[in-house]
Nanobody
Framework: QVQLVESGGGLVQAGGSVRLSCAAS????????MGWFRQAPGKEREFVAD????????SYADSTRGRFTISRDNAKNMVYLQMNSLKPEDTAVYFC?????????????????WGQGTQVTVSS
């Protein structure tokens, strides 16, 4: 089992950058594929990015590819989401999630553990 806590969210102007962090408390962090999801008001939760156990494979939603970068530091039990060139449509609560798999993929059902979320608001 693992507990996930996101941090780093806040208010940022369009075009700016924010780095989100996800701290995992628990053992065998490197056994989990990790992902980021987001949920905007009135919308369903959507996939943002994921990363494999060792960090060698990443994938991104079409809307974030080229602007967002997911990374992990297994020695620190941390996952990051670097968000650049932010747009107002990126405004959402961002969730970190862990999957008991090499990688979690795009489906929420693949993930076993979830953080509480952190709010990112991008102003125009």
């Amino acid at each position: 089992q693992v507990q996930l806590v996101e941090s780093g969210g806040g208010l940022v102007q369009a075009g700016g950058s924010v780095r989100l962090s996800c701290a995992a408390s628990g053992r065998s962090f490197s056994s989990y594929g990790m992902g980021w999801f987001r949920q905007a008001p009135g919308k369903e939760r959507e996939f943002v990015a994921d990363i494999s156990r060792g960090g060698g494979t990443t994938s991104y939603a079409d809307s974030t590819r080229g602007r967002f970068t997911i990374s992990r530091d297994n020695a620190k039990n941390m996952v990051y989401l670097q968000m650049n060139s932010l747009k107002p449509e990126d405004t959402a609560v961002y969730f970190c999630a862990a999957a008991l798999a090499l990688r979690g993929g795009v489906r929420e059902a693949n993930y076993n553990y979830w953080g509480q979320g952190t709010q990112v608001t991008v102003s125009s």
